[in-house]
């Protein structure tokens, strides 16, 4: 049969060479069917070749090759149930495979799509399942902070029991800050909002804050804590280039130190030493339009020096505020009383007996010192190293000493709220004791066991 179908097949090919071929069948001599075709040469008169046409044979060697691969195939095709199934004598013709195949390339083809689309579908989730869990964790941080006591208020005295407090001096508050002190949470990386250095524009969440910048280093003990800063919003002849200093240490603490730009700072130049007409007790000083605010030694008032007439223009009580180591930050150093500026003005950072600890955050008339508002926290100020504003909202610091601290708690006054933050914050030489918020240079000025520090900062766009 097979024979048959090789002769048709031949047949078949010469006519579509334009050939005319004839096809005979008869018995042979033992019975058995033979086929038989003609085809005539069209350059050869004679046949030089008794067994046929070299060409033809060719071609029919060709075909039958080409048969026998495809009942191969089709014989695998058939697979185990085909197996011990007699098969057809002929072979499908290759047609017939040939668009299985292409089937088969275009299902892998949409297979492959298909799987493409479910692994980025799985990545989108993954990261959903991320961002969903750092929110539960910040939750969490928020309801239960670190350090086991958290930002919670000190207890209650029992009834009838006055509240005190004994003033103690700087040594021992150092000593009893190693114990109160929170460790500093978990880094966060980066993020990877702008870049460092960048300037940004308008108000918005603090989400990064970079290395310290060192610009001058106090030659003796008496620097080892201070304050210095410029003034965002400078009153003629100062300019923003004007820097302000204060040793800190030590019970009589006047002189004010005047720098006409951060260089002479750092040669140890001051163009002017101005005398305090009462001693400063805070490392929580600022300057703003004009004035210099700090809190006078062994009381609860804020006052206003005048850069330019050298004098006391005003000075207002906090009321219930601790001062003199009641409510000091975590190192301790009679930091009670912390003032701030942001874009919107001045603030004071303290804490009452009614408070109870927890801080307490007021806006301040920066002519007057009246309070315009205040707001309560559920921040515990000996439970952070320090503190500043930035467009309203209170940031505080989780160590004064660890060189991988953290800014871990916000209060926003426009919400009322607070929640736990983890941006990275080092404290490269280990002994924070000043740290406030300039907003005409974005960036924070800081005191850092003798050394004049700043800090590039980055807020989120709103
Ligand atoms: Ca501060």
Not at 56 to 71: G, I, K, V, Y
Not at 156 to 173: R, S
């Amino acid at each position: 049969m097979v024979g048959a179908w090789l002769l048709l097949w031949g047949a078949l090919a010469l006519s579509c060479r334009g050939e005319v071929a004839f096809l005979r069948h008869a018995d042979d001599s033992t019975g058995r069917c033979t086929y038989s075709f003609t085809v005539p040469s069209p350059v050869e008169s004679g046949c030089p070749d008794a067994g046929g046409v070299p060409e033809l044979r060719a071609e029919l060697a060709a075909l039958t090759a080409r048969l026998s691969r495809l009942e191969s195939r089709e014989r695998g095709a058939g697979g185990e149930a085909g197996r011990g199934i007699p098969q057809p004598q002929y072979a499908a013709p290759a047609p017939r495979l040939e668009p299985g195949c292409g089937e088969l390339l275009r299902a892998n083809s949409r297979l492959e799509e298909e799987k493409g689309r479910l692994e980025r579908e799985n990545e989108e989730l993954g990261r959903r399942l991320e961002s969903s869990a750092q929110e539960i964790a910040r939750l969490r941080a928020a309801r239960c902070p670190p350090g086991g006591e958290g930002p919670g208020r000190d207890p209650l005295p029992a009834p009838g029991e006055a509240p005190h407090w004994d003033p103690q001096p700087l040594t021992y508050q150092e000593l009893q800050s190693e114990r109160t002190e929170i460790p500093a949470s978990r880094l966060l990386e980066e993020t990877a909002l702008g870049r460092p250095g960048s300037q940004n524009s308008g108000c918005g969440e603090l989400v990064w804050v970079g290395d310290p910048v060192v610009f001058g280093r106090a030659e003796s003990i008496a620097g080892k804590y201070g304050v210095w800063m410029k003034d965002p919003e400078p009153l003629p002849p100062f300019t923003r280039e004007t820097t302000w200093r204060v040793d800190a240490v030590g019970t009589e603490v006047r002189q004010l130190l005047q720098y006409q730009a951060p260089e002479q700072l750092a040669q140890g130049y001051p163009t002017k030493v101005h005398i305090l007409p009462r001693p400063l007790e805070s490392t929580g000083a600022v300057v703003y339009r004009g004035g210099f605010f700090f809190q006078p030694r062994r009381s609860r008032t804020v006052a206003r020096y005048d850069l330019r007439g050298e004098t006391l223009t005003a000075q207002r009580e906090i009321p219930g505020a601790g001062y003199h180591g009641q409510y000091p930050y975590s190192w301790g150093g009679y930091t009670d009383i912390d003032l701030a500026v942001d874009e919107t003005g001045l603030w004071v950072i303290y804490s009452t007996e009614k408070a109870r600890g927890a801080i307490v955050l007021s806006k301040l008339d920066p002519e007057t010192l009246e309070i315009r508002q205040s707001w309560e926290t559920n921040i515990r100020k000996r439970g952070v190293a320090n503190a500043f504003v930035i467009c309203g909202t209170l940031y505080t610091v989780s160590s004064y000493s660890s060189p991988n601290a953290t800014i871990n708690f916000a209060y926003d006054t426009a919400t009322g709220t607070s929640r736990a933050l983890s941006v990275p914050f080092e404290n490269r030489f280990r002994y924070l004791s000043m740290l406030d918020y300039n907003p005409a240079e974005q960036q924070l000025y800081a005191w850092d066991s003798s050394n004049m520090v700043t800090y590039p900062i980055r807020l989120s766009r709103d």
